[in-house]
Protein backbone atom coordinates (compact mmCIF):
# COMPACT_ATOMS: atom_id res chain seq x y z
CA UNK A 1 0.00 0.00 0.00
CA UNK A 2 1.50 3.82 -1.20
CA UNK A 3 1.64 6.27 1.44
CA UNK A 4 -0.08 9.38 0.23
CA UNK A 5 1.88 12.11 -0.58
CA UNK A 6 -1.22 14.90 0.53
CA UNK A 7 -0.42 14.92 4.21
CA UNK A 8 3.00 15.55 3.62
CA UNK A 9 2.31 18.13 1.67
CA UNK A 10 0.21 19.79 3.87
CA UNK A 11 2.67 19.50 6.68
CA UNK A 12 5.24 21.55 4.51
CA UNK A 13 2.56 24.30 3.58
CA UNK A 14 1.92 24.52 7.34
CA UNK A 15 5.32 25.05 8.03
CA UNK A 16 5.99 27.35 5.55
CA UNK A 17 2.74 29.16 6.75
CA UNK A 18 4.74 30.25 9.52
CA UNK A 19 7.96 31.77 7.86
CA UNK A 20 8.60 35.08 8.76
CA UNK A 21 6.50 34.71 12.04
CA UNK A 22 7.46 34.60 15.78
CA UNK A 23 7.64 31.38 17.26
CA UNK A 24 8.32 29.42 20.22
CA UNK A 25 10.68 26.08 19.88
CA UNK A 26 10.87 23.96 22.91
CA UNK A 27 13.68 21.38 22.82
CA UNK A 28 13.67 17.87 23.63
CA UNK A 29 15.90 19.09 27.27
CA UNK A 30 13.41 21.52 28.01
CA UNK A 31 14.77 24.98 26.68
CA UNK A 32 12.94 27.57 25.04
CA UNK A 33 13.64 29.65 22.09
CA UNK A 34 11.60 32.29 20.71
CA UNK A 35 12.21 34.56 17.34
CA UNK A 36 11.20 34.71 13.87
CA UNK A 37 10.95 31.60 12.04
CA UNK A 38 13.77 32.34 8.97
CA UNK A 39 13.44 29.28 7.17
CA UNK A 40 13.99 25.45 7.64
CA UNK A 41 15.47 22.50 6.07
CA UNK A 42 12.59 20.15 5.30
CA UNK A 43 14.23 17.05 5.03
CA UNK A 44 15.35 17.53 8.53
CA UNK A 45 13.55 20.02 10.76
CA UNK A 46 16.37 22.14 11.24
CA UNK A 47 15.17 25.94 11.92
CA UNK A 48 16.70 29.01 10.91
CA UNK A 49 15.54 31.93 14.01
CA UNK A 50 16.03 35.67 13.85
CA UNK A 51 16.16 37.29 16.72
CA UNK A 52 16.47 34.64 18.56
CA UNK A 53 16.24 34.61 22.49
CA UNK A 54 16.10 31.66 25.13
CA UNK A 55 14.76 31.12 28.14
CA UNK A 56 17.92 32.29 30.19
CA UNK A 57 17.99 35.49 28.98
CA UNK A 58 20.25 35.31 26.07
CA UNK A 59 19.98 36.52 22.57
CA UNK A 60 21.39 35.92 18.62
CA UNK A 61 20.40 37.85 15.80
CA UNK A 62 20.66 34.16 14.14
CA UNK A 63 20.00 30.61 15.40
CA UNK A 64 20.19 27.38 13.75
CA UNK A 65 18.14 24.30 15.74
CA UNK A 66 19.01 21.01 14.57
CA UNK A 67 15.59 19.11 13.98
CA UNK A 68 16.78 16.23 16.33
CA UNK A 69 16.86 18.47 19.22
CA UNK A 70 13.31 19.58 18.38
CA UNK A 71 10.28 19.15 20.92
CA UNK A 72 7.46 21.13 19.78
CA UNK A 73 7.27 24.44 17.21
CA UNK A 74 4.76 26.93 18.29
CA UNK A 75 3.23 29.91 16.43
CA UNK A 76 3.70 32.35 18.91
CA UNK A 77 2.81 35.95 17.68
CA UNK A 78 -1.06 36.49 19.92
CA UNK A 79 0.18 33.20 22.18
CA UNK A 80 2.46 35.08 24.45
CA UNK A 81 0.16 37.69 26.50
CA UNK A 82 -3.53 37.17 26.02
CA UNK A 83 -5.19 40.39 27.88
CA UNK A 84 -8.23 38.07 28.90
CA UNK A 85 -5.77 35.10 30.59
CA UNK A 86 -3.80 38.05 31.96
CA UNK A 87 -7.05 39.08 33.68
CA UNK A 88 -7.86 36.16 35.21
CA UNK A 89 -4.31 35.65 36.26
CA UNK A 90 -4.74 38.98 38.34
CA UNK A 91 -8.16 38.18 39.88
CA UNK A 92 -6.21 34.71 40.67
CA UNK A 93 -3.06 35.20 41.76
CA UNK A 94 -2.82 38.99 42.52
CA UNK A 95 -6.40 39.21 44.16
CA UNK A 96 -7.41 42.16 42.43
CA UNK A 97 -11.19 42.89 42.39
CA UNK A 98 -12.73 42.32 39.25
CA UNK A 99 -14.52 45.44 39.32
CA UNK A 100 -10.97 47.00 38.82
CA UNK A 101 -10.32 45.45 35.78
CA UNK A 102 -11.48 46.14 32.39
CA UNK A 103 -10.52 43.94 29.32
CA UNK A 104 -10.11 45.08 26.03
CA UNK A 105 -9.71 41.72 23.21
CA UNK A 106 -9.51 43.99 20.19
CA UNK A 107 -6.68 45.55 21.34
CA UNK A 108 -5.05 42.91 23.61
CA UNK A 109 -4.94 45.13 26.66
CA UNK A 110 -5.90 45.12 30.09
CA UNK A 111 -6.67 48.12 31.99
CA UNK A 112 -6.22 48.32 35.93
CA UNK A 113 -7.68 51.13 37.43
CA UNK A 114 -7.81 54.30 35.31
CA UNK A 115 -4.32 54.50 35.31
CA UNK A 116 -2.65 50.93 34.44
CA UNK A 117 -2.85 49.24 31.25
CA UNK A 118 -0.55 46.07 30.63
CA UNK A 119 -0.11 44.60 27.05
CA UNK A 120 2.42 42.72 25.12
CA UNK A 121 4.58 45.49 25.63
CA UNK A 122 4.54 45.43 29.17
CA UNK A 123 2.58 47.23 32.50
CA UNK A 124 2.12 51.00 32.09
CA UNK A 125 1.49 53.19 35.06
CA UNK A 126 3.14 54.17 38.75
CA UNK A 127 2.92 54.04 41.85
CA UNK A 128 1.86 50.73 44.37
CA UNK A 129 -0.80 49.44 42.07
CA UNK A 130 1.17 49.37 39.24
CA UNK A 131 4.65 47.93 40.83
CA UNK A 132 2.51 44.88 42.17
CA UNK A 133 0.61 44.76 38.32
CA UNK A 134 4.40 44.07 37.16
CA UNK A 135 5.30 41.87 39.54
CA UNK A 136 2.21 39.70 38.54
CA UNK A 137 2.57 40.49 34.78
CA UNK A 138 6.09 38.95 35.21
CA UNK A 139 5.13 35.96 37.05
CA UNK A 140 2.40 35.51 34.48
CA UNK A 141 4.92 35.49 31.08
CA UNK A 142 7.43 33.13 33.53
CA UNK A 143 4.46 30.39 33.83
CA UNK A 144 4.79 31.45 29.46
CA UNK A 145 8.11 30.36 29.62
CA UNK A 146 9.38 33.48 28.92
CA UNK A 147 12.30 35.07 31.42
CA UNK A 148 13.03 39.04 31.65
Given amino acids: MAVSPEPARRFVSKLNSMLDRLVTVRLLNGRNYFGKLSGYDPSTYTLMLENAKDDQGNSWPLAIIFGNNISELLI ?33 VVEIGRNIKASKDGVQGSGPLAQKIYSIYREYLRTKGVRQ
Avoid at 77 to 106: C, P, Q
Fill in 76 to 108: GEGEIFNAKEFSEFLMRFGNIERHLIRVYDDIN
